[in-house]
DNA sequence: GCCCATATGTTGTCACACCACATATGGCCA
DNA sequence: TGGCCATATGTGGTGTGACAACATATGGGC
């Protein structure tokens, strides 16, 4: 499933709170009912290209015992970019289904 | 806007009957009134690749004092990849609204 | 001792969306 | 007459992004 939705729906699981790539991963699948499963060679660079671009902010936790976590956070831009992105998408459907008439409901 | 759409939105237009490249890409714009717009590096290159895949049938229709114009028309393979790309992108958005909730409604 | 789940990463490849450019015809308008 | 717009088809080059495969590291279960 190749569609440029990973910005969206990262920034959305970031909206409640901290989370760690993995967990991130986690989460999506798990919300979507394993309709989108994430693939890390899609999360981590498109992690990285958001804190690039000052959407979501990183820190390292590191316990004993454990593997080091990297916690993302949602920046107030990374906010409005979500809002963006649901507002584009929420359009996208709604061409998609006019066209091609998905939805019976 | 690039989703990786241009099969579903393509085929599914061409369900209603012949059409050649230029109608496709008007009939898209105005069905999905103006969300989604077909630029023709991608609207070509894709009825090649549809074609090559024996997803649609072309030809070349000639008319006096007109462009040739190429109409296509969905063939039976394309019929069942059509049903497969509606369900895969049904599934696709309940995915993206149970993680994104996008849709109120 | 091995595999699995957790957790993070890189390299290389491929599909595809788009910008810019190109060609060709007819109609409208100044 | 000349230019622009709509129609209609196409190409070359660029960039993004999704994924396969591989790699590293830790703890727990069998």
Redesign the pocket.
């Known amino acids: ?7 969206l729906l990262i920034l959305a699981i970031l909206e409640d709170g901290q989370r ?7 989460q999506i699948e798990r919300r979507s009912r394993g309709a989108i ?13 958001l804190e690039g671009r000052g959407l979501i902010e ?1 820190r ?2 590191e316990k ?8 993302y956070r949602l920046t107030t831009d990374g906010a409005g970019v979500l809002a963006a992105q649901r507002s584009l998408w929420q359009e996208f459907f709604t061409g998609i289904n006019r066209v091609a008439r998905l939805r019976n409901a």
Chains 1, 2 share one sequence.
């Open positions: 499933m190749k569609k440029g939705s990973a910005e760690h790539g993995y967990e991130v991963a986690r499963s994430f693939h890390v060679a899609s999360l981590y660079p498109m992690l990285y290209r990183g390292w936790v004993a015992g454990q593997r080091r976590r990297r916690y």
